[in-house]
């Protein structure tokens, strides 16, 4: 079966601190990867999309960005971190030629 | 532009009841809809979804409905259950490459004993 991995779970950072959180997906292949954040009260926004390798498309002009240096790994990242970017980001993956996105168990970021 | 709305935030019901979640959209385009459950601090967990060329979906006690003259559905849950008290988020997404989905913002559903 398929399972999704976050790490960290919670992440307390200052202003203007570099940030790194990581997502894996296990037993699938080729799956489509998504960020997602959700800020406090509101729904999930788009972040940024992956269809393969290297392939990065933005949803949301930010200061954060995305890598995808293998099939099943899924990087976002940000060189400094604004009060703005607190919240809580889930990750999920989509099997090709399907419509649901199964997502992960997300990390709490707060930025002081 | 919000394409997707769930105007209630909250509903409360009692245990053995029927609960109705509603949610609108905007966008003809949708052609596949979801449901999803979320509990504070973790992830949402995919529970029902329905594809455009029907108007009902059943699974077990869940049950999504769709009229898309109206652009509107609905997750019926039925009996409710204490455990059923969490977030509930429907989604849409358009036939493209990679599916995009545009949430709404949630509805709080309280079972209570």
């Known amino acids: 079966s398929q399972t999704i991995h976050q790490w960290p779970a919670t992440l307390v950072q200052p202003v203007g601190s570099p940030l790194s959180l990581e997502c894996t997906v296990e037993g699938t292949s080729n799956p489509n990867l998504y960020w997602y954040r959700q800020a406090a009260g509101r729904g999930l926004q788009l972040l940024f999309y992956?269809?393969?390798?290297?392939?990065i498309s933005s949803e949301v002009p930010q200061n954060l960005s995305a890598s995808r240096p293998q099939d099943r790994q899924f990087i976002l990242s940000s060189k400094k971190l604004l009060l703005s970017d607190s919240g809580f980001y889930l990750c999920?993956?989509?099997?090709?030629?399907?419509?649901?996105?199964?997502f992960g168990p997300g990390t709490r970021l707060l930025v002081l | 532009d919000q394409q997707v709305k769930q105007n209630s935030p909250s509903l409360s019901v009692q245990e053995g009841r029927i609960s109705i979640l509603n949610c609108d959209y905007t966008?003809?385009?949708?052609?596949?809809f979801l449901w999803y459950k979320k509990y504070p601090a973790e992830g949402p967990t995919f529970l029902i979804s329905i594809s455009s060329i029907k108007d009902k979906n059943e699974d077990g006690r869940f049950t999504v409905f769709l009229n898309k003259s109206a652009k509107h559905l609905s997750l019926h849950i039925v009996p409710s259950q204490p455990g059923d008290s969490a977030v509930y988020f429907c989604a849409a997404s358009a036939n493209t490459g990679f599916q995009k989905l545009v949430f709404g913002t949630g509805t709080r559903l309280l079972v209570s004993p």
């Open positions: 966008n003809s385009m949708f052609d596949y």
């Open positions: 992956s269809v393969g390798i290297g392939q």
């Open positions: 999920a993956w989509r099997a090709m030629g399907t419509g649901t996105q199964y």
